[in-house]
């Protein structure tokens, strides 16, 4: 058990609706982490979040968005889904936003699949 | 930018023979290297990492790698794997002071079947 809560663990739905994914990080760590992996693209960076602000972005759509609360947990939100969404999202959790200290410890993911 | 090469998509070996996973970065400045584990149906789970010092590291499981600088590599061995070693692998690499943040890049993965 690395710590951090993903929910749901699987969730289908139809094109073009939309989904709310929620991760709960590791008590103490700041930085909030989601990646994408699917069959042909792999894991893929898709948005950091550090301490509520947004920290770096990467391959993230913009039908795509994210949040971090006060209290730290981090939602990701997917709109106008296409069958091309349907993959695992994962969440991952880390002390700081960067520095000596690397690691990410990644939840359960979230598997959704777009029918 | 930073990315991760691993040249093995695909492994398959009988039990008890010896396993290397290539894994090349490209990035100039100091990185920090790691091997994740993703067991079927599972999350990544980190199996060793290399931050700084001695760049032959062990991790969990029998598991060690050799960061050799001079050649941008970060390679996985295991002297004899198990049944229970299917999963894919992945390598991935950050970079802790060239920016503002702990991103990990990953390398594609490589799926390790082990027939017993």
């Known amino acids: 058990d690395s710590g951090v809560t993903q929910t749901p663990k699987h969730l289908i739905t139809a094109t073009g609706q939309r989904v709310t994914l929620r991760c709960s990080p590791r008590?103490?760590?700041?930085?909030v982490y989601w990646y994408q992996q699917s069959l042909d693209q792999g894991l893929q960076f898709l948005i950091q979040y550090y301490n509520g602000e947004e920290r770096a972005k990467g391959n993230i759509l913009e039908r795509f968005s994210a949040q971090q609360f006060p209290d730290l947990h981090s939602e990701l939100n997917l709109s106008s889904l296409e069958l091309g969404d349907s993959a695992l999202y994962f969440c991952?959790?880390?002390?700081?936003?960067?520095?000596?200290?690397?690691?990410?410890?990644f939840g359960e993911g979230s598997r959704l699949t777009v029918l | 930018a930073q990315s991760v090469s691993q040249h093995n998509h695909h492994v398959i070996l009988s039990e008890a023979a010896s396993l290397e996973l290539g894994c090349n970065y490209s990035y100039g400045g100091t990185v920090n290297l790691f091997w994740y584990v993703q067991y079927p149906g599972q999350h990544l789970q980190l199996l060793l990492k290399y931050f700084s010092g001695d760049p032959l590291v062990k991790g969990i499981k029998g598991f060690e790698a050799e960061f050799i600088k001079s050649k941008f590599s970060f390679n996985l061995r295991k002297p004899s794997v198990q049944w229970s070693d299917t999963a894919e692998y992945f390598c991935?690499?950050?970079?802790?002071?060239?920016?503002?943040?702990?991103?990990?890049?990953f390398g594609t993965g490589t799926l390790l079947a082990v027939q017993p």
């Open positions: 991935a690499v950050n970079a802790p002071y060239g920016g503002a943040t702990n991103k990990l890049i």
């Open positions: 991952a959790s880390s002390v700081a936003h960067s520095g000596a200290s690397g690691e990410l410890f």
């Open positions: 008590s103490g760590d700041l930085s």
